[in-house]
């Protein structure tokens, strides 16, 4: 699975964004997916995931509320839905799989996914 992440931008806080992420192959609906994102001196951390059938989702108690995770199968899109932007969700937005059998949310640990696109910037301003 090849990933291709984008929709970022310049943003003021309390505004909205939404970030898709593009994937190609054959087993894009076999995979969980998930956003993580790294601010700046920050080590990357988990946002939200969703698993594969789209029915499950998990969130960040820092986003919970605020962002939306979504996908399309039949497109091979994944979106996250960003509300009530803050400054500090300023960071570089990465979309990841992780090739599963079960229809569990993808894991909230980076290393367990195999597959990462290139990463997108989002700048929420004060």
């Known amino acids: 699975v090849q990933l291709q992440a984008f929709g970022g931008g310049l943003v003021q806080a309390g505004g909205s964004l939404t970030l898709s992420c593009a994937a190609s192959g054959h087993t894009f609906d076999s995979n969980a997916m998930g956003w993580f994102r790294q601010a700046p001196g920050k080590e990357r951390e988990f946002v939200a995931s969703i698993s594969r059938s789209g029915r499950n989702t998990d969130y960040a108690d820092s986003v919970k509320g605020r962002f939306t995770i979504s996908r399309d199968n039949a497109k091979k899109m994944v979106y996250l839905q960003m509300n009530t932007l803050v400054p500090e969700d300023t960071a570089v937005y990465y979309c990841?799989?992780?090739?599963?059998?079960?229809?569990?949310?993808?894991?909230?640990?980076?290393?367990?996914?195999?597959?990462w696109g290139q990463g997108t910037q989002v700048t929420v301003s004060s």
């Open positions: 990841a799989a992780r090739p599963v059998v079960s229809d569990y949310a993808g894991p909230r640990i980076e290393a367990e996914y195999y597959y």
